[in-house]
Nanobody, 122 residues
Framework: QVQLVESGGGLVQAGGSLRLSCAASGRTFIGWFRQAPGTEREFVGS????????YYADSVKGRFTISRANAKNTVDLQMNSLKPEDTAVYYC???????????????????WGQGTQVTVSS
């Protein structure tokens, strides 16, 4: 059974850092997405549990880092140098096995966490 639970959101000033965690079970490829009010849910990054290969959206590359913690079965999203435009609800998602869609396409994912709010003040 696939279960995803995010934690770690909150309020931070611009330039600050936050670390989100996704407690994941049942799948080996996890993506992070975010959605600001009135916008489409957008890809942030992803990680393959088996290879640890990561992939990031251009908007967060160099600022965000995705890693896995095998002992805790979590996938973490470390967010540094946060900007007000990073404000959104952040979701982790599990990619469907053998999905034909790319990792950046939300259609590739069939299980989603409940989301956690990240607010960056200017």
């Amino acid at each position: 059974q696939v279960q995803l639970v995010e934690s770690g959101g909150g309020l931070v000033q611009a330039g600050g850092s936050l670390r989100l965690s996704c407690a994941a079970s049942g799948r080996t490829f996890i993506g992070w997405f975010r959605q600001a009010p009135g916008t489409e849910r957008e890809f942030v990054g992803s990680i393959s549990w088996s290879t640890s290969i990561t992939y990031y959206a251009d908007s967060v590359k160099g600022r965000f880092t995705i890693s896995r913690a095998n002992a805790k079965n979590t996938v973490d999203l470390q967010m540094n140098s946060l900007k007000p435009e990073d404000t959104a609800v952040y979701y982790c998602a599990a990619r469907a096995p053998q999905s034909p869609y790319s990792a950046a396409d939300r259609r590739a994912y069939d299980y989603w966490g409940q989301g956690t709010q990240v607010t960056v003040s200017s």
